[in-house]
């Protein structure tokens, strides 16, 4: 099992999340749990199309929050 940090952004109807790590990869729902859960069945797709097709599965990027004043 992978955990793939996603960036999530408020837009007017709700919320939208994309991966860096796996370009094209998106989701976006009305709430933040529906994006959630919407984003992991993405992730999950895009994954199992990448190994369909022979790709290579990059590793998820390290991601570190910085507290700025």
């Known amino acids: 099992m992978s955990r793939y940090p996603i960036l ?3 837009t ?3 919320f939208s999340a994309h991966v860096p790590d796996l370009p094209g990869c998106v989701a976006a729902g009305r709430t ?3 994006t959630k ?7 999950e ?3 199992a ?3 369909e097709d022979g ?3 990059p590793e998820p990027s390290r991601v570190e929050l910085v507290d700025v004043a």
């Open 32 to 34: 933040l749990d529906e």
């Open 12 to 14: 007017r109807t709700g």
């Open 49 to 51: 199309a990448m190994r």
């Open 37 to 43: 859960r919407l984003m992991a069945k993405a992730i």
């Open 55 to 57: 790709d290579e599965i």
């Open 8 to 10: 999530i952004a408020s």
């Open 45 to 47: 797709m895009h994954v």
